[in-house]
Structure formats: structure tokens, C-alpha cells
């Protein structure tokens, strides 16, 4: 039964073709407006406002440090607080700074005066990038001054100007995505997030329950066709779109392929075996679909993909433990940023084979559950093709 079954899901397949559009285009086309998207890779040219209540040359030259920095895009020059604020609500600038009057010469006579640097906190990948650029900026800035300080009060040389300045050096290394790309970072789980979308549209409603009209033996090995079927063209399509993603948009790929397919294999055949549940339990077709959307859809968001799932509550925590995106997705990033290997991925790989299998052995339950029912009453239908009896103990109309 479960060559039949899959056939029949292939038949199925090459008839309706809104099946393929979900499974392979919807992603394919995904992946393609998602590398457009991130082409940019880091986020460039935040829009900036300075107030300048100083205007002499040494401010100016704070103001075109910033110019000059590729991540901003000064283009606003208001007079007063009361316009900077205007620009900030409009969202016509995201980040703003303001030099107070006399600002030179309260440096030159060591006040410290205080440069304010404002961001727009409705955005907060904007807000990051902008802050971090910013500090960069204003302590070089910062340092320089202390040193010209040095050299003119302690007729010091530069090198010891330089040296008291910089009590201690330290120096960064960005691991895996050195760039601090975007793209790297999100594309492969908000594709992989498109792809268990996918499977969830159209395996969740792919039982037809005319088959609890048959015998036990005809029913054996269904489920597991399905889900094999739905398994396969899942893994085809991610494998698709990681192509994609590596070969057009060059998104970072330094892992093996093989260990891609067969992780992704092994969580697609996790995602359609619970569908396929799913598409057991429940006649309905709506409440199927609306059912397999509420239980996997928001996983793209809520497995630490973007939001680090150390961070979020700890009865979340536990329970994020048992669903299947967050071993595929953390896994399948450090394969393409990392290369880890499957050894890595040995303990994911387990309990993604065994989800798959306690599932599909629910699932043949359920199927076994009905043949015994209909064994003690022969011929006695519903209307809907599910025997009453059955329907007392698993609700299989809704």
C-alpha cells in the first residue's frame, strides 16, 4: 500500500497543478525576491540628521567623518531640537546627533561636553547597525582630540600621545560571517520557513477519508506513502532553493550538500508525517489546514532564528526542545556558515527520525483503530463516510 499510496499522491501531483505551484514555485519564487531583498547584504546609508550648534571647523569635521562612512547618509541639517524631532517621528531619519553650543572650545579647555546621538528604536536592525558605526566613529574622533590635548600641554610625541591615549590595545574577530552579512543570516531560515509553509498547505490535507471505507489490509503502508511523497518533494524543493540561494545570490555556503539533503530529509519527513496526522484525524479540510498552520507556521519565528532562544522564557525554552524547525534550522545555518559535518549532527538527526516514526506509528494506529471498529459493524456508515463508532473515539469529523 504504500508504493499505491505514493503513486497515488504522484497522480495527484501531476493533475492538480496548484500542487506544484505551492511546492516548488511559491519557494522557488521566495528565494528569488529574498536575494533581491538582501543584495545589499549589510544595511548602508542609514538616514541621518546632525544639529550643528557649534559650526566651526572642528565640528564640520565630526559631521563629514560621518559623510564619509558608507553606513550613513547625512541629509538633513535642521536648526533646532524641535525639527530634529519632526524628522525622527516621520521616520525621514533614523538616527540623529546634536553638538552642543561652544563645543570646541569646552574640548580645548577640558569640560568633556557631550555629543547626543539619537536613534530610532522603531527599527531595531537599523538602530544596531547605526550605534555600533556611530561609537566607532565618535571615539576615534575622541581619541584624536585626547592626543592633540597631550602633545600641546605635555609637549609629548605622538607615538606617547598615542600610547597614554590607548592604555591597552584590543582587536576584534568576527567568526563565520565576518562580513556581518544580512543575507547570510536570515535567508536560509525565512526560505526554509517558506518551505515548511509549503508542506504544510498541502500534505495536511492529502488523506482521502473514503479510504476508512476498506479493509485493514488495504489500508496498511497509507499513511507512510504520503508522507514519504510529501518528505521527498520538500527536501527536492529546499535543495532547489539552497542552489539557488548559493549559485545566483551567493549567499555563504561552505558546508556539503549531501549533509543539507540529508538533514533536510530528515526534518521534511518529521514536517509530513505530523501533516499527514493531521490530514488523518481531521475530514475537514479548512479546520486541517488552519489546524497544521497554527502548529508549524509560527515556528519559523519562535525556533531562536532571529530572537536567540536562550532568551526567551524558560518554559519555552523546553518546549522549543521537541519541535522539529528549531534542529533543522539552527543545524542547517552552521552548515552554511560553519561546514559542520553530520557527526555535528547526530543527536538532531536521531530525534528527528524518531518524531518521524512515532508519528507515522500514531498515524497507523489511527487507521488500525478504525478496522476494528469496522469489523463490529459491518456496513454501518456515516454520512460522511466515517463510521459513528469510530467518531466516539477519535474525532475524525469536525
Not at 508504493?3 to 516548488?24: A, H, M, P, T, Y
Amino acid at each position: 500500500m504504500v508504493q499505491k499510496s505514493f503513486l497515488e499522491e504522484l497522480n495527484r501531483f501531476e493533475k492538480e497543478k496548484i500542487l506544484f505551484i505551492v511546492l516548488f514555485i511559491i519557494p522557488i519564487l521566495s528565494t528569488f525576491i529574498l536575494g533581491i531583498a538582501f543584495s545589499s547584504e549589510v544595511i548602508d546609508h542609514i538616514p541621518m540628521a546632525v544639529v550643528d550648534y557649534d559650526h566651526t571647523d572642528f565640528s564640520r569635521k565630526l559631521i563629514n567623518a560621518f559623510s564619509d562612512n558608507d553606513a550613513f547618509d547625512v541629509i538633513y541639517y535642521p536648526e533646532n531640537d524641535r525639527e530634529l524631532e519632526a524628522l525622527m517621528r516621520d521616520s525621514k531619519v533614523r538616527v540623529s546627533m546634536v553638538i552642543p553650543h561652544n563645543f570646541y572650545n569646552d574640548v580645548q579647555q577640558l569640560k568633556s561636553p557631550t555629543v547626543l546621538m539619537a536613534y530610532d528604536g522603531s527599527h531595531m536592525s537599523m538602530t544596531s547597525v547605526s550605534k555600533s558605526k556611530s561609537m566607532e566613529i565618535l571615539l576615534t574622533y575622541k581619541a584624536g582630540a585626547t592626543i592633540n590635548h597631550l602633545q600641546s600641554r605635555l609637549n609629548l610625541s605622538y607615538d606617547e600621545a598615542f600610547n597614554i591615549t590607548q592604555a591597552f590595545h584590543f582587536s576584534n574577530r568576527m567568526f563565520y560571517n565576518p562580513n556581518k552579512s544580512f543575507k547570510d543570516f536570515l535567508t536560509p531560515p525565512l526560505m526554509a520557513g517558506v518551505v515548511q509553509a509549503s508542506i504544510v498547505l498541502t500534505a495536511t490535507v492529502s488523506i482521502d477519508h473514503k479510504i476508512y471505507q476498506k479493509n485493514r489490509r488495504q489500508r496498511r503502508g497509507y499513511a507512510l506513502g504520503k508522507t514519504l511523497f510529501y518528505a521527498l518533494a520538500g527536501t527536492l524543493s529546499m535543495i532547489f532553493c539552497i542552489i539557488i540561494q548559493a549559485k545566483v545570490f551567493h549567499v555563504a555556503f561552505i558546508g556539503n550538500i549531501a549533509d543539507a539533503l540529508i538533514l533536510t530529509l530528515a526534518y521534511t519527513f518529521a514536517v509530513s508525517s505530523f501533516c499527514v496526522l493531521i490530514s488523518a484525524i481531521i475530514s475537514n479540510r479548512m479546520i486541517s489546514l488552519i489546524g497544521g498552520g497554527v502548529i508549524f507556521i509560527p515556528n519559523s519565528i519562535m525556533a531562536g532564528t532571529t530572537w536567540p532562544l536562550y532568551a526567551m522564557p524558560i518554559g519555552y525554552q523546553c518546549f522549543a526542545k521537541y519541535v522539529p524547525f528549531m534542529h533543522y534550522i539552527i543545524n542547517l545555518r552552521d552548515i552554511y556558515l560553519k561546514g559542520i559535518s553530520l557527526a555535528t549532527l547526530k543527536g538532531d538527526l536521531i530525534y528527528l527520525a524518531l518524531f518521524s516514526c512515532i508519528v507515522i506509528i500514531i498515524t497507523e494506529s489511527v487507521l488500525f483503530i478504525a478496522d476494528v471498529e469496522i469489523d463490529k459493524d459491518q456496513g454501518k456508515e456515516a454520512s460522511d463516510g466515517i463510521y459513528p463508532e469510530l467518531q466516539s473515539g477519535i474525532s475524525m469529523h469536525i
